[in-house]
């Protein structure tokens, strides 16, 4: 008989997050779906998902979640740490309060969480972290940066976490998506326009925003559902893979951007700044 498993994943109130909480529950599993805006998860209610209020930059808001769980289902067999937050911008234009927002999302955050249910996880002699990475991990973005010290920073901290929990019984996985038609990228793109303006930037990044803005629009992207069967592996396989790489350009931007020398990565990226959509 399968073996269903409490999970608790964040950034549930949208793409991903949203898609996969539904999914897993659909599976039978018992999950509780996280984020700020809990309105806009009452639907997942309707698939058996448990709602919770979570802000990952608040210390007593993830203490609350996490007991929650634990209070209602005395285990946590799996956490998805989802949240993620991007603004785009030249590094000298990104307000620092900006830059020390996506960390604290996308890096401090998820790490906390973690600390978190972890006591839980050596307790029971067992656990998953699956933590959502993303290309942007693996290889620089024109006008990312600050997003990509963020992702970076996740490969850097699933790969130290792996090797230290394996012995508690405790896996980590890495989530590593490529170019997924959300809202993020339009999100994104408005962000950059905002840091860009009446700054030195401002004809480069409003180009690129456009690119950003026309390229999300297209079908050239995955949809949500196909990060969704890798975090789907990751939490029902017996051994599952440090890494999964999913999504459009995933694994050839990978590659592509591992092969050429870094002069002609950087002169490509730049191109695409200046590359002006009709």
């Known amino acids: 008989m399968k073996q269903y498993k409490t999970i608790l994943i964040t950034g ?30 009452e639907p997942l209610k309707d698939f058996g998902v448990h709602v919770l209020q979570l802000d990952v930059t608040d210390e007593t808001s993830m203490n609350r979640c996490v007991e929650a769980v634990i209070q209602a289902e005395g285990k946590i067999d799996v956490l998805i740490n989802n949240a993620g937050y991007g603004f785009f911008g030249a590094i000298e234009n990104v307000p620092m309060e900006e830059a020390r927002r996506q960390l604290e999302v996308n890096v401090f955050g998820l790490a906390r969480l973690t600390q978190l249910v972890l006591p839980q ?29 963020t992702k970076y920073a996740v490969e850097a901290f699933s790969d130290a976490l792996r090797m230290e929990v394996k012995p508690f019984g405790i896996d980590v996985v890495m989530i590593e998506p490529g170019a997924i038609k959300t809202n993020w990228g339009h999100i994104a793109a408005q962000h950059l326009r905002e840091s860009s303006a009446d700054t030195a930037y401002e004809e480069t990044g409003t180009r690129f925003a456009d690119s950003m803005d026309w390229f999300y ?33 995933s694994i050839t931007g990978r590659l ?12 490509i ?8 959509i009709a």
């Open 121 to 149: 996880m050596r307790k029971q002699g067992s656990g998953r972290i699956i933590n959502t990475s993303s290309i942007a991990g693996k290889m620089v973005i024109y006008m990312g940066g600050w997003y990509n010290v």
């Open 256 to 267: 592509f951007h591992a092969i050429i020398p870094t002069r002609w990565w950087d002169a």
């Open 12 to 41: 549930a109130s949208s793409g991903i997050g949203y898609d996969a909480a539904q999914t897993l529950a659909r599976q039978g599993h018992r999950v509780y779906a996280a984020a700020r805006r809990v309105e806009l998860m």
């Open 217 to 249: 629009a297209t079908n050239l992207l995955s949809k949500p559902s196909v990060i969704t069967k890798a975090i789907s592996r990751a939490v029902n396989s017996r051994r599952p893979k440090a890494r999964y790489c999913r999504g459009r350009f």
């Open 269 to 276: 990226m730049r191109k695409m700044g200046r590359a002006k």
